[in-house]
């Protein structure tokens, strides 16, 4: 028992590591952004409120929580323990607690990337098992130049392309936000058609962008378990072909490709500041955006940390699949 | 690889697609398409005939609140929700009663007296008294309302009936006091309003001992005594503030036409308020305001057609392709009553070189620029004033314009200026200041508002093609204000004249040379000058003159001189006078929307959603019936 | 020297030999001429003309014009010169860094081996994009280089760690560990083994790591972080997009697409000529295709 969870308990381990460095590492890049905020803030408040300029500063302090005659070490420490109890500062420019802004933003997130990983992990699927399974075949050729050529465009070109195209010139789709303004937010089909509808085009750019390297990586896969020996056998008792595809083709070459699939919704959730700013989409990127253009420090913070640990947490989900099914490969 | 693989007969794809999809898609998909009614919260009523679509600002729950005084309260609704005495038609003079019945100035301008409507109410179901005028004057003492600065005291000799009586009379001190919303019912602001009277009336007896012992006379009160008194006064003052700041009701309380039911982040629900004074002439039952988040969503709400009416700046072509796309839009240009333009630091070299000014102002292509920036607003490529352009003739006699220095573009007559002046250009072509150091300037704009940058651009884009080196450089919108007022800047792309409110040169001369006036900080230049004849102008002490007076000979004359030292001296140079874009979509949700030259829409500046309201409240706006959707 | 001019030559040749690697080359250097002899042969006019906006592509400007009437063709050369310099300062600082902490690694070993692999742990599981843009806010960027530089500070980690593990297995070589038992100097005969062994690494790393820089400035410059440059690709996307409304007027169409045909353009000749360099150093490659 102990030796079977000692790999998982050191890979966490490292995780928290990894977590309470990158939290570190942002609080004090955070801290030399150029600016003295309170400054700022209190000019802002005194040309609002017309009081004087020292009450304004301590109005500031009080809102921003920061004080920045405070040493660096003694806010840290400040931070990390309301951390603790699972606070997250409140934003600067939305003036509400951080983790409420999150809690808002994070489905919309899940939601699109979650969507368009399944849909493009599919269809890369079906294409690589086809490729592989026919060898010669047209499909071959245009996959790997389409996979060449999506690996060229970042997802975010790929955004503004759709939303040109299908949003201003052909009108298909609506052009922005999660939701029109003439439903009603809730459980109902207009609303949740509603939903599906605006994200439309942000599913599809992550969609396209993803579907080339699956389709290459389950190739690479499918060909490998070719070789294998249970393949042949299979073939030689005569089994019909759709039964060794699904069954032992896809079903073994598909095991690899479930790690990535953790990894690749990490580094989309962490990747998805442009999309979802191109498409004004509510979700964490648009905020994360908007965070580093007002400098909202506690924002960016909270932000920051929620990404890294998505990205942990779908690495170590990845290990632990990898290990689980592939009893060769141990957690090292 | 030895193996050989079976020739394909047909792939069954499909049902390989159709298990797939069965065994993990479709659960995960009917989980995922619950997430965001999850998140988005409870049943609500589907918006009915009737609803008003529009777009504005505020502070996503929960930091949203009812409370009008405290940072971060009421945003965009208060339009809606609050209601003036009166409203001021800047163009007509004309003033359109909402709270208020009828007004009557004494003839010495002293006093100014208010009968209140009778049948108004609160949206809580009090009545609406004088007190409640009372009460929101009082505590807008505490919050620094302009209008105290002229003020003696506010009574109320009658239920429905206030007195405003002036210390110093002033050519805005009647529109200051009719317009100003009123927005604190007594029943719910007693707590503060009961304290502050005592804090007025101590901050009087301050400030007339201050001015005895200025004038040398030892007064009643001792110096010691004084200092007491005000720190005591300011201690109450600041914790009458902070527990007014603390207060956090959930919604807004109004006597206007509507009331706030639901704010969330992506959009706000108001409702027809149904004991409203005019409710019967209200036929609009809900407003959704989608929240505004930049210009260039709003423009896609608008390709759309999905709100009625939004004022974003639009390019040119971006505003044709709307209205092409929606036949049912119109654009209403309304004066934002401002001028835009570039702020010069005048503390700086070279731009503290009134000669260097002078030959921008001849260089700068500003009717490009203005194409460029805001094609829909009005040139202006003559002069700088401080009078915005349409309200030019009301102040400024051709006459008087012939002796300014007229500034139009002329490369040629720029490059004259600046060789006269010492300056000269080096072997590639770049001008030298007159010491030889090289000049390479920046000018400023807030980031994320396309007509500044955009301005900025088109600017330094000009000047570097004429030899001096210019960058732009975009400023985080809250860092802005700062920037400027301590002067961290050659040039900035910013609003200089203003005739917001009154529609009067006051304002626009206060930001120009006041003490606390903004330009005036952020080019510290004060209009101390030699004026055309050789006298000395102060332009600071003129500025105090034009407050306090309502001769209008007199102040033609005032307004005379401080439009010469800026025109001559240039602090700031106006490109355009800036317009609203009012765009309309008629007969889709709504209809009924008055002409552009309805006068009605020159109250936009002083807040768009107040002439909403009131286009609703005179019933002039109507659901769209079915047949008549385009 | 002969032996180098034919090896580059040979190189020159599995290059052209595949035609995809070729065009690859051929991409790479057309876009090297843009941004380097691109603004001495076409000059760059700024002057705004509002009649001419938005104009598609005509004979006067081959690909249109922007907002203001100005030529998108000789912007697009002239921003060239940017996004080369900061793809080439990335990559090279990247490279330094890699380089300096991977022999590091991998020679001292023990604790200093282990923090530094820790430290590569922690830089590839935060993700990258939202570092960069706040590093882009944080330090005032006003060139290119700079920009290059904070962007390469987030691109080493997987090449340091490749040189690393280059070093551990050449450590336990034979002639290596006899070198050792003679008492000759490791490091020397290291260094003379490591290089050719860790250079392919580090040419596919640099086209590699150039590619990232380009989307990620590209990137920050649509979110509008960084001070503005009419004529950088990635700020010609943020004025089309969120400024100037381009994206809602149907003869502005080039100055969306020009920068970004130009971007993807460039990062294909770089795949394409990542590819080719691949197969050049590993033969197996060119015996499969």
Known sequence: ?332 | MCLRKPPVKKFTSVIFVFQLLLLSVLPLFIFLLTLPALCTGCHRAAPEAGTFFTAGGWDIPPAYHGNPWAPGGVGVAGGYVYEPLFIYVPLTGEYISRLGASFTESPDHKTLTVKLRKDASWQDGRPFTSKDVMTTFNIGFIASLEIWNNLESIETPGDYDVVFKWKSVSPVNTTMALTERITSPYHIFKKWADNIPDIIRETRIEKQAALEQRGGSLGKISPEKLKEIKKKRLAKEREVREILYKYHPQMPVGTGPFQVTRVTATDMTLEKFKSYWAADSVYIQKIRILRWTSNEVIWSFLMAGEVDAVTPATPYDVAQQIIKKNPGTKMIRSSDLSEFGYIFNCTRPPMSDVNFRRALAHLLDRDMIRKVAYYYSEPVTDYTTGIIKSYRGRWLSPAFLKRLTRYDFDPKKAGEILLNAGYRRDAKGFWLRPDGSKIELEIIAPAGKTDFVLSAEAGSSLMSGFGIRTQVRVIPEELFNTILTERKYDMASWYGPEFVRFAHPLTSYQRFYDKFGFIAAATGFDGKVKGPSGEVIDSRKLVGELGATVDPAKQKEIVEKLAWVTNEYLPFLSIFEKNLMIFVLDKKHVTGWPDASDPLWTTSPSGVEMTYSTIIMKGLLRPARAEEKP | MKTLWRNIIESLGIISRNRRAFFGLLGVVFFILMATAGPLIIPLNMTADYVDRFQPPSLSHILGTDYAGRDIFQQLVHGSTDIMLIAFSTALFGILLAVIIGILAGLSGGRVDMLIMRVIDVFLTVPAFPVMAIFAALFRIRDPVTFGLVLAIWSWPGLARAIRSQILSLRKREFIEAAEIMGMSTSHIMFKELMPNIIPYITINFINIARGAITASVGIMLLGLVPLSVTNWGMMLNLATFQTGAIYVPSALSYLLSPMIAIILFQYSLICFGGGIDEMFDPRLRVQS
């Open chain 1, 1 to 332: 028992m102990k030796l079977m969870f000692h790999p998982l308990v050191k890979k966490l381990a490292i995780s928290v590591v990894t977590i309470f460095v990158a939290l570190t590492f942002t609080f004090i890049l955070v801290r030399q952004m150029p600016g003295d905020i309170v400054h700022t803030w209190a000019m802002n408040i005194m040309q609002q409120q017309g009081v004087t300029y020292n009450e304004a500063r301590e109005m500031a302090k009080a809102m921003l929580n920061y004080d920045p005659n405070v040493p660096i070490a003694v806010q840290y420490f400040k931070y990390m323990k309301g951390l603790l109890s699972g606070n997250l500062g409140t934003s600067l420019t939305y003036r509400i607690p951080v983790s409420v802004i999150i809690v808002q933003a994070l489905p919309w997130t899940v939601f699109v990337c979650t969507l368009s990983l399944i849909i493009s992990f599919v269809i890369g699927v079906l294409l690589g098992t086809t490729i592989a399974w026919k060898r010669k075949t047209i499909l071959e050729p245009v996959v790997t130049l389409y996979a060449s050529i999506t690996q060229a465009v970042p997802d975010f070109l790929i955004a503004l392309l759709l939303l040109v195209f299908f949003g201003v010139s052909l009108r298909w789709f609506p052009l922005r936000g999660a939701y029109s303004a003439d439903t009603v937010p809730g459980f109902n089909i207009p609303f949740m058609l509603d939903v599906l509808y605006h994200a439309a085009l942000p599913v599809l750019a992550y969609t396209l962008q993803y579907i080339g390297s699956w389709a290459l990586a389950m190739k690479a896969s499918a060909t490998s378990v070719l070789g294998e020996d249970y393949i042949a056998v299979a073939e030689a008792r005569g089994l019909k072909q759709k039964r060794i595809i699904v069954r032992y083709l896809a079903g073994n070459a598909i095991l690899p490709l479930v790690t990535s699939l953790a990894i690749a919704f990490g580094t989309i959730v962490g990747g998805s500041m442009l999309v979802e700013t191109v498409f004004g989409y509510p979700g964490i990127g648009y905020f994360f955006g908007q965070a580093i253009a007002t400098r909202d420090y506690s924002l960016i913070q909270g932000l920051f940390l929620l990404t890294t640990v998505v990205m942990i947490l779908a690495n170590l989900t990845a290990d632990i699949i990898y290990s689980k099914i592939d009893p060769r490969i141990k957690l090292e």
